[in-house]
């Protein structure tokens, strides 16, 4: 194996780690905002269902999933509060 071979391994091995690194937040991210997500919709399910029986249910709409995707249960808290306030 000559140099030429040994150092274009090296710079192979340099570029992969430089495009998982540039990559590797952006995916973070998104797996935490899908976590958000998924967890602050089975807390609205679960309050909802809860909620039927006092009648007090939070309505699943766009603005509602970005809120519960961006702040997860803090989320689900603050649309409570909202909804008990300006209903």
Do not use: C, E
Not at 3 to 31: C, D, E, G, N, S
Not at 56 to 81: D, E, K, M, R, S
């Amino acid at each position: 194996m000559d140099y030429l071979t040994l150092a274009i391994y090296f710079l192979a091995l340099a570029a992969l780690y430089l495009v998982v690194k540039f990559f590797w937040l952006p995916i973070r991210i998104f797996w935490i905002l899908l976590s958000n997500a998924i967890l602050g919709g089975l807390v609205i399910l679960l309050f909802n269902w809860v909620g039927a029986y006092v009648n007090l249910q939070l309505p699943i709409n766009p603005f509602t999933a970005l809120v519960v995707g961006f702040l997860g249960i803090p989320g689900v808290i603050l649309l409570i509060i909202l909804h008990i306030l300006y209903v």
